[in-house]
């Protein structure tokens, strides 16, 4: 793969998480809409308490998904300075790391997902791995559930 490919490969990567990123945002944002919409549809009964019992259930989730959404966002600015545009030679934000056991890329905090036709694990900038990763290079190794590892490639 060329440097440009690389330089490629991890932009279409930061894209899929800024997508990814957005539907979550979203959908949090349309729960939080149906859960208002619903409290405000509530109408009092002669069972007082069911009433006051749903606004709070109602009430509660709101702000779950509050918070939900308030991750969310803050993950997408952090996402937004993350530069893929660099071939790095350290694992830092916005480098792919090519491992004997997985492949990893810090921008965003996204778990496994299957794409570019490749199991990836996406890790926040600030996760614990991605941590553990933090300025490691090509030949060095690592612990990863609970199996050394070593790094393969950095880009």
């Known amino acids: 793969m060329t440097a440009a490919d690389k330089i490629l490969f991890k932009n279409n990567l930061k894209q899929f998480c800024q997508h990814t990123i957005e539907q979550r945002i979203a959908a949090a944002k349309e729960i939080i809409q149906n859960v208002q919409e619903a409290a405000n549809n509530e109408e009092k009964s002669s069972a007082g308490d069911k009433y006051e019992t749903g606004r709070a259930m109602g009430h509660l ?14 993950e997408l600015a952090d996402l937004h300075s993350v530069n893929a545009g660099i071939i790095y030679q350290k694992a830092k934000p916005g480098a792919f790391i090519e491992t004997s056991a997985a492949l990893f890329f810090i921008a965003a905090g996204l778990g496994k997902q299957a794409t570019a036709g490749k199991t990836i694990l996406f890790l926040s900038p600030h996760a614990p791995l991605a941590l553990v990763l933090q300025n490691k290079e090509q ?10 590892v070593v790094i393969t490639d950095i880009f």
């Open 139 to 148: 030949g060095e190794s690592f612990v990863f559930n609970r199996n050394t």
């Open 61 to 74: 989730q709101k702000d779950m998904h509050s918070r939900q959404l308030n991750e969310y966002l803050k």
